[in-house]
C-alpha cells in the first residue's frame, strides 16, 4: 500500500503530459502540427526569429508542442513511464525545475548547433527534456548502487543506446538536442538529487 500510495503522488509529470496532449490537440483543431510554418507561427523553435528577433519564449514554447501524432505518442510513452520515477525522486518542485530546464537548455544548444552549420531548422518537442529525465535518472540509478525502484543501470543505458541510434540513424531529428538535454539531465541531477538516507530499524 506504501508504495502504492508513493506512486500516485507523481503529479507534476502527469500534469507536463497533459499540457504537451492539450496543446497539441488544440494545434490540430486550428491547423496541423505537421504544418512547419502553421507550427513556427505558434511557438516552435526558429533560431532566426530567437536571435533577430529576440522571440525568446520560443525555448520554452517549442518543448510543449509535437509535430504529427507519432511525434507526440513516442514521446509522451517514455515520459509517461521513467518520468515518475524521477519526480518522486527529486521531489515536485525539483521535477518541474529539472525539467524545463532541461528541455530550454537542449533548445540553446540545438541553436548553437544550427546555427554554427549555417542551418535553418525549424524544431519542436520535448525529447530534448526528456532525455534529461533519462540522464537525471541515470545518475540518480547510479548513486543508489544501479537500482531505483524498478530501473537498473542496465536498462537505463539501452533506453540511452536505443533512442540515440534511432536518432542518428532516422532523418529530421534534432540530435544535438537529445544529446545536449542528456548531458543537462546529468548535471542537474548531481545538483538536485539527494540520495535518501537509510533509516535505522
Not at 176 to 188: D, E, F, P, S
Amino acid at each position: 500500500m506504501d508504495e502504492f500510495s508513493r506512486r500516485k503522488k507523481a503529479y507534476v509529470n502527469i500534469c507536463l503530459i497533459a499540457l504537451n496532449v492539450i496543446y497539441f490537440l488544440f494545434l490540430e483543431m486550428i491547423g496541423s502540427t505537421e504544418d512547419t510554418r502553421f507550427m513556427v507561427s505558434h511557438g516552435a523553435m526558429f533560431a532566426s526569429l530567437v536571435i533577430e528577433r529576440r522571440e525568446y519564449y520560443r525555448l520554452f514554447t517549442s518543448v510543449f508542442m509535437h509535430f504529427g501524432i507519432n511525434h507526440i505518442m513516442n514521446n509522451m510513452l517514455i515520459l509517461f513511464i521513467l518520468g515518475d520515477n524521477l519526480e518522486r525522486a527529486l521531489g515536485h518542485i525539483k521535477y518541474l525545475v529539472f525539467y524545463l530546464i532541461c528541455g530550454v537548455g537542449a533548445n540553446v544548444v540545438s541553436m548553437i548547433v544550427n546555427l554554427s552549420r549555417y542551418r535553418s531548422v525549424v524544431s519542436a518537442g520535448a525529447s530534448g527534456a526528456i532525455f534529461g529525465v533519462i540522464g537525471g535518472l541515470l545518475y540518480a540509478v547510479a548513486v543508489n548502487r544501479g537500482q531505483l525502484e524498478d530501473l537498473s543501470t542496465r536498462q537505463l543505458v539501452v533506453v540511452i543506446l536505443c533512442s540515440l541510434y534511432f536518432g542518428f540513424t532516422s532523418t529530421g531529428v534534432d540530435n544535438a538536442a537529445h544529446v545536449a538535454g542528456l548531458i543537462t539531465g546529468v548535471i542537474m541531477g548531481v545538483i538536485l538529487y539527494r540520495r535518501p538516507r537509510s533509516r535505522s530499524i
